[in-house]
């Protein structure tokens, strides 16, 4: 069986996203201006992610990472539509054994509680209708629940497929304090939470030995280290009271680094690990672990790292998601992150977001010939230069 | 599929007097890539006329960068202001009178001579004849010299004399030849605290207040172009490259 593969998704009337849609690749990353809409397209990812395999409420919501605010907010308002839609629209298509499937969604906003109502949703497989319910066909049906995963008509395991895919979607905005295990993540997710609690115990999962080599997932444990270029080694253990300052509070399993500048080689210490070394552990275990979601997003993927070290990860990253058969959507200010990023490779996509007169959101997907890639003209100075749209107009 | 336009200029305010005018010439809303002044703390380029004239120096290929990426710029356009011609040296540093030893040996902008104001052209230039026509053509001159090998199908350069601010005024009090008014920004726009009503700090051209002023250009457009030849010329460009 074919791996599941994300083909379109479109978005109408959420937010700034007035009617977007855009073709996934397995690596997506979003480059554009503050306030262009970025992260309104991570957090309408949620949103769809909820409403197919879930309900759409402020529970739901925070669940996926996606901030909570005024319910007149999740719906487009602007002056220049005269007669506002009625509802906000989603629907994402994609391929799965040879198939092609569509799932489309209306909802209308939640008005008195916080629940989203389904006005209608429909399932299409090969174009060809598996599942529908509108408001007026089945007013009976409970209205403030999806029915792609309890609907009889899509019982088949490829239907059960695609809902584990897209549902376990979140938005991934890792923390420093909380990587290190001394603050408990707020939205603890399985395997990691949002924030990157419990990183060391996802750590624990993927380091392992395979015959003579020690290994991080799929990686060897030599070329994780190269990401960390201060650490020899790094293991993941119950906090003992000689590394730790007793006054630090900490979960049950810490991460623990050796420093290869420090005499005391046998020494592991986790409490000093620098920020970038945790985030890059962080990105690495969600592109690996098996019980990590299969589609998830990270806003502003550069966070924490040197600039040549979130160039390297991007490359690593980016090529773990592929061999999972993951999909990501992350959102960068760094203009080496774009460098290391494959674009000659289909399966990675780059998208800038523009505002247009209106203040719609535009999204284009960028692609740069091989060509001028080999002409010594990075993606980073590209983009710098103002040649790929998706920077600040006036600064 | 909107069409995509590259904007060379001095600085943002022109910027947005550009993209509000294509769009009024073209009639539709095009999507606008600000290419310089750079949008870089490093300001490789620097911003103002130095800014555009080293831009067209050293992009290698604009022709390439035009069809090598998806989606494509359909054309770009060149500004800088006509008043270069009257307060800078170094764009005269090629002219024929100019007797200089350094002459056609560097870059004019990389010219030790000017860096150290030893620069020995005497303005104003005596190679060129005066007037309008003739001002507009020495600077396009000047920058086509560092476009020799580019297509120009799709590139446009536009010089609004003295500068776009003379198409504010042109546009707010449809003024006879207001392109002979130097300095039209300090001298009549910036004159008070508001200009038609519109708040205007002496100092600074903020955005804002460019905002406002080109939405009255664009809608303004034909007693633009009816008082400045510049304004004429560029919807004649526009039109020769995008329609
Ligand atoms: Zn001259
Ligand atoms: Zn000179």
Known sequence: ?395 | MKKVIGIVSEGPTDYLVLKAVIDKITGKENRYLPLQPEPDMLGRYGNGWKGVWRWCKETESMGMLMQEIQPSIDAIVIQMDGDVVRKEKEVHCRCETTVCDEKGKAFPLYCDKAAVSKCPVELPCLSHDEGIPAMIDHLKSVLETELENEDMAHIAITIPCDSTDAWVVAAYDGLDDIEMFQDPWDRIIAKGKYYHGIRVRGNKKSTNTYQLFSGKVAECWNTVTEKCRSAEILEKEVRRILM
């Open chain 1, 1 to 395: 069986m074919s791996e599941m593969k994300l083909k379109k998704i479109t978005i109408q009337n959420f937010k700034s996203l007035y009617d977007v849609s855009f073709e996934p690749g397995r690596v997506n990353v979003f480059i554009g201006a503050n306030g262009s809409g970025k992260s309104s397209i991570l957090e309408a990812i949620g949103v769809l992610s909820a409403a197919m395999t879930d309900r759409v409420n402020t529970v739901s919501l925070q669940r996926k990472g996606v901030r909570l605010s005024t319910s007149a907010l999740y719906k487009s308002k602007f002056l220049s539509i005269e007669k506002e839609s009625k509802t906000v629209d989603f629907s994402v298509g994609w391929k799965l054994a040879g198939h092609d499937y569509e799932y489309m969604n209306h909802m209308t906003v939640p008005v008195d509680d916080d629940s989203w109502k389904y006005f209608a949703e429909s399932v299409t497989c090969d174009g060809a209708s598996v599942y529908g319910r509108s408001n007026r066909s089945s007013a009976q049906l409970n209205n403030k629940i999806g029915y792609f995963t309890i609907s009889e008509a899509l019982s088949a395991s490829e239907y059960s497929t695609a809902a584990k895919y897209i549902g376990d979607y979140g938005i991934y905005q890792p923390d420093t304090l909380t990587l290190r295990g001394t603050v408990a993540d707020p939205i603890q997710t399985n395997p990691i939470g949002l924030n990157g609690g419990r990183l060391a115990e996802a750590i624990q999962d993927l380091l392992h030995e395979e015959g003579e080599d020690a290994m991080f997932g799929s990686m060897f444990m030599e070329d994780m280290l190269e990401l960390i270029d201060w650490a020899s080694d790094f293991k993941v253990g119950k906090p003992k009271k000689t590394i730790l300052n007793p006054g630090v509070p900490t979960t049950q399993e810490i991460i623990e680094f050796r420093d290869k500048y420090l005499k005391d080689t046998a020494s592991f210490t986790g409490y000093d690990a620098s920020e970038g070394a945790l985030y890059v552990l962080f990105m690495l275990s969600l592109a690996m672990h098996e019980k990590a979601p299969k589609m998830f997003a990270i806003d502003s993927f550069d966070h924490a790292m040197n600039p040549r070290l979130a160039r390297k990860v991007a490359e690593v990253f980016s090529r773990k998601i592929i061999e999972e058969n993951k999909t990501v959507f992350m959102t960068t200010h760094n203009p080496l992150v774009l460098d290391g990023l494959d674009l000659s490779n289909d399966d990675i996509r780059l998208f800038t977001t523009d505002r247009n007169k209106q203040g719609h959101v535009e999204v284009r997907r960028v692609q740069v010939s091989e060509k001028l890639l080999k002409m010594n003209q990075p993606l980073s100075r590209l983009w710098i230069n103002g040649v790929l749209g998706g920077v600040p107009e006036l600064l």
